[in-house]
T-cell receptor, first 113, second 111 residues
Framework: DAGVTQSPTHLIKTRGQHVTLRCSPISGHKSVSWYQQVLGQGPQFIFQYYEKEERGRGNFPDRFSARQFPNYSSELNVNALLLGDSALYLC????????????FGDGTRLSIL | EDQVTQSPEALRLQEGESSSLNCSYTVSGLRGLFWYRQDPGKGPEFLFTLYSAGEEKEKERLKATLTKKESFLHITAPKPEDSATYLCAVQGGGSNYKLTFGKGTLLTVNP
């Protein structure tokens, strides 16, 4: 069975641009979460979606937004990119909203020049 | 606010030399504690979930335990392929089901 897939795998942008990252969850999983991982740190929670509705938001500015589609795939959008947005962006999916394990994709490496 | 502290930050072992990684946490209403393994350039790979104090889970050379304040990941007779960063995360009792991660322990097992 396919795991969580993310695209693109790598991306280079310049300050001020915007970016869209995409995620396809494991088949049957209805919850998708987004995390940011800076080098040397653990992942930090950005958003959680379940059944196409936002169920949680971390401490990130309004430049970050996301949505979930009817097929449960998801997009993370970041506007007005800053150098500090350079990170590995991880998507995780789980079966339900609950204490089920979240399974991660291999992420999108975003570099801001 | 949920907090997770992992120690040590880095650990070097010889092949076959057993040891333990520590994860201390503070959380309001623990729903679950999760261990993940992360290889360079990859996403975290799920290992274990622990839900209540006293619970233990095992998988090959790894054993995870949980108390009310900390969790341990015991590695018995490690092999070089066990080298990775091990991440601990908690899920608290808030309105969402976010994971709060520690910074991880970088484990290197030398042959």
């Amino acid at each position: 069975d396919a795991g969580v897939t993310q695209s693109p795998t790598h991306l280079i942008k310049t300050r001020g641009q915007h970016v869209t990252l995409r995620c396809s969850p494991i088949s049957g999983h209805k919850s998708v979460s987004w995390y940011q991982q800076v080098l040397g740190q653990g992942p930090q929670f950005i958003f959680q979606y379940y059944e196409k509705e936002e169920r949680g938001r971390g401490n990130f500015p309004d430049r970050f937004s996301a949505r979930q589609f009817p097929n449960y795939s998801s997009e993370l959008n970041v506007n007005a990119l800053l150098l500090g947005d350079s990170a590995l962006y991880l998507c995780a999916s789980s079966t339900l909203m609950g204490n089920q394990p979240q399974h991660f994709g291999d992420g999108t490496r975003l570099s801001i020049l | 606010e949920d907090q997770v502290t992992q120690s040590p930050e880095a650990l070097r072992l010889q092949e076959g030399e057993s040891s333990s990684l520590n994860c201390s946490y503070t959380v309001s209403g623990l729903r679950g504690l999760f261990w993940y393994r992360q290889d360079p350039g990859k996403g975290p790979e799920f290992l274990f979930t622990l839900y209540s104090a006293g619970e233990e889970k095992e998988k090959e050379r790894l054993k995870a335990t949980l108390t009310k304040k900390e969790s341990f990941l015991h590695i018995t007779a490690p092999k070089p392929e066990d080298s990775a960063t091990y991440l601990c995360a908690v899920q608290g009792g808030g309105s969402n089901y976010k994971l709060t991660f520690g910074k991880g322990t970088l484990l290197t097992v030398n042959p």
